[in-house]
């Protein structure tokens, strides 16, 4: 069974860092394109980057470009996302994501369920 689990989320003042977690299992991370995206309330979710199909080369949208950094430990089959200098706009669900392509990674079907984040003033 293929599953996505995200862990890591919570409430944080603004500027805080949390780093979030995904645990995959019934299938290898270094085979697909892993990525994490965000939805806030009343929003379309939408990408932050993604980690190419064998874990060695990230991308990070220009947004959060040098705030949020992108990693995975293969032998734990584990994606991470560091998220630094928090702000309210940071608000959303966060869910993670594995494709077979990293350019269309948000039509695929395997997805977390997602892990809150709320940064308060």
């Known amino acids: 069974q293929v599953t996505l689990v995200e862990s890591g989320g919570g409430s944080v003042q603004a500027g805080g860092s949390l780093r979030l977690s995904c645990v995959a299992s019934?299938?290898?991370?270094?085979?697909?394109?892993m990525g994490w995206f965000r939805q806030a309330p009343g929003k379309s979710r939408v990408g932050l980057g993604f980690?190419?199909?064998?874990?060695?080369?990230?991308y990070v949208t220009d947004s959060e470009k040098g705030r949020f950094t992108m990693s995975q430990d293969n032998a734990k089959n584990t994606l991470y996302l560091e998220m630094n200098n928090l702000k309210p706009e940071d608000t959303a669900m966060y869910y993670c994501?594995?494709?077979?392509?990293?350019?269309?990674?948000?039509?695929?079907?395997?997805w977390g369920q997602g892990t809150q984040v709320t940064v308060f003033s």
């Open positions: 019934g299938f290898t991370i270094a085979s697909y394109c």
């Open positions: 980690v190419a199909i064998g874990g060695g080369r990230t």
């Open positions: 994501a594995a494709g077979e392509s990293c350019s269309s990674l948000s039509l695929t079907r395997r």
